[in-house]
T-cell receptor, first 115, second 113 residues
């Protein structure tokens, strides 16, 4: 498809397990963002990639969270030793180099539930 | 944590009514944006504002970038059922060498036919 694709759409896991969430951005978009959205809240910034490198990872809450984008396209958000507080919708967004400033194209999100 | 304060948190209105929501911050932003999120989807950009004092319209939507660069409002005229959703303000500030986009907590709009 032409939009940002995220998989899985839903993930239920047990406390302490490892989780990977995948984002496939719009083709040609160099900037990629991960946000986390808790119930009743706005998206909260986690990490920003420009190409393959993480330009800003200051939003990652702790060292259990890690994200990669090895070829400058698909990105994977990895969460180790999941906790119940990690339950949220994880949104991925991409932006065109010459796009409207601030216009991020979001995927539908991956809803993570940690039991 | 969030640096943008949106109000009201939620609104329940009759179809055809006008709606107004706003966003304030203690920080100065270079750009203000308004996004809408439908259930089960990611936010979609509605309007972008780039200059203090700027007033911009997009169909039934009108938004303004406050003179102090610390606030913005969004108006929706003659609401229709498909306006239902969550409206987020977002601000761009230059931080860490790049433009960082920060979202408010959202205003939830319900429209009664």
């Amino acid at each position: 498809g032409a939009g940002v694709s995220q998989t899985p759409s839903n993930k239920v896991t047990e406390k302490g397990k490892y989780v990977e969430l995948r984002c496939d951005p719009i083709s040609g978009h160099t900037a990629l963002y991960w946000y986390r959205q808790s119930l009743g809240q706005g998206p909260e910034f986690l990490i920003y990639f420009q190409g393959t490198g993480a330009a800003d990872d200051s939003g990652l809450p702790n060292d259990r969270f890690f994200a990669v984008r090895p070829e400058g396209s698909v990105s994977t958000l990895k969460i180790q030793r999941t906790e119940r507080g990690d339950s949220a919708v994880y949104l991925c967004a991409s932006r065109a180099r010459d796009g409207v400033e601030g216009e991020l194209f979001f995927g539908e999100g991956s809803r993570l539930t940690v039991l | 944590g969030q640096q943008l304060n949106q109000s009201p948190q939620s609104m329940f209105i009759q179809e055809g009514e006008d709606v107004s929501m706003n966003c304030t911050s203690s920080s100065i932003f270079n750009t203000w944006l308004w996004y809408k999120q439908d259930p089960g989807e990611g936010p979609v950009l509605l309007i972008a504002l780039y200059k203090a004092g700027e007033l911009t319209s997009n169909g039934r939507l009108t938004a303004q970038f406050g003179i102090t660069r610390k606030d913005s409002f969004l108006n929706i005229s003659a609401s229709i059922p498909s306006d239902v959703g969550i409206y987020f303000c977002a601000g761009i500030m230059f931080s860490g060498g790049y433009n960082k986009l920060i979202f408010g907590a959202g205003t939830r709009l319900a429209v009664h036919p």
